[in-house]
């Protein structure tokens, strides 16, 4: 069966990318591999380039979209060139200026904008799907006109676009994250894209000590990216709460500085393995190139395992529309 090429933009450590990919084991489960191939992908964050190459054994174009795709770029971006055409484009464009735990200045920002970019490169490519990521705050940004815009946009290209909010624990990730899924499929080529249906209720989430309860008595640095961040408590501030071993784990966040939250034994903060387990990536995964690196890029990441089943959606579009062609 023909493999579905894929760009990614906005990369950043490949959670996206790995859910597409699939092949990883997580909490004991095997994610089969999905008919899907990266062909190119890009981030302008290095230690982010750095983890997806390691752990892809892929190129990444490194550095600003807004210059590749103006053709203001370095020498150095022309080695690994756009390609004109692709089945799928990923893109979880960046979110914290639309996020409710950020300064909310959506449009007004130069970030705010970026999601200009992944429609740019949709336009080049010409995608049968493309799969947009982003936070819950996008829906209430600018009273619900900011999502509206970017919809419009993908829209004027040819595409049936549909967004929902997805909660993460819903698909088997130890983390009650809500995120944003924009979907675009080609008008009258491709049908309109159907959600993959959660896995477990409420009841059954899975719950920080069956995520991370046999890493407790680990020593610091015995396993991959066990270290933890030292900031002191200091109370009533974000991040400087302590998580339930009954529940699943709260939002890991991009923006920390180091508060992210502490462990239920009170004794240190999560480490940043176990900040990769509670966003579903399998312990072979490893973050370069520090500890405060992996904290960043881990909280802006898209839980793999939820992806995976986004994909198997995407892939099962996608077969349906090359069987009846």
């Not at 959506?106 to 200009?116: E, N, V």
């Not at 900040?275 to 990441?301: E, H, L, M, V, W």
Request: charged residues 25%; contains cysteine; glycine residues 8%.
């Amino acid at each position: 069966m023909k493999k579905y090429s894929v760009i990614s933009l906005f990369t950043g450590c490949g959670g996206l990318d790995l859910g597409f990919v699939g092949g990883f084991t997580f909490l004991n489960k095997f994610y089969p591999k999905n008919n899907f191939e990266m062909v190119w992908a890009n981030d302008i964050d290095k230690a982010s380039c750095q983890t997806f190459r390691k752990n892809f054994g892929h190129e990444i174009v490194c550095g600003d979209i807004t210059q590749l795709l103006n053709g203001n770029h370095s020498p150095s971006l022309l080695e690994e060139p756009l390609p004109k055409h692709a089945d799928v484009v990923l893109g979880g464009f960046p979110c914290q200026d639309f996020s409710h735990a950020g300064k909310r200045r959506g449009f007004t920002s130069k970030r705010g904008l970026l999601y200009q970019s992944m429609v740019e490169v949709v336009k080049k490519t010409d995608p049968l799907i493309f799969v947009a990521e982003n936070v819950k705050g996008l829906m209430t940004m600018d009273d619900g006109d900011a999502l509206k815009i970017i919809i419009k946009d993908f829209e004027e290209l040819g595409y049936d676009v549909v967004y929902k909010l997805l909660t993460a624990a819903d698909y088997g990730v130890p983390q009650i994250r809500e995120r944003v899924i924009i979907v675009g499929t080609k008008k009258n080529i491709v049908s309109k894209f159907k959600y993959p249906k959660p896995t477990l209720n409420k009841e059954s989430w899975v719950t920080l000590k069956r995520a991370i309860g046999d890493m407790e008595n680990i020593k610091e640095g015995e396993v991959d990216n066990h270290f933890w961040s030292k900031a002191k408590m200091f109370p009533g501030t974000q991040g400087n709460t302590i998580v339930s071993p009954n529940k699943p784990g709260p939002t890991m966040r991009t923006e920390h500085h180091g508060n992210i939250e502490w462990h239920w034994n009170e004794a240190r903060r999560l480490s940043a393995r176990e900040a990769a387990r509670i966003q579903s990536f399998p312990d072979n995964f490893i973050f370069y190139p520090s500890t405060s690196a992996a904290y960043k890029q881990i909280g802006n990441a898209v839980p793999p395992v939820m992806a995976w089943h986004i994909a198997k959606s995407v892939e099962s579009l996608l077969n349906k529309h090359y069987s009846t062609d």
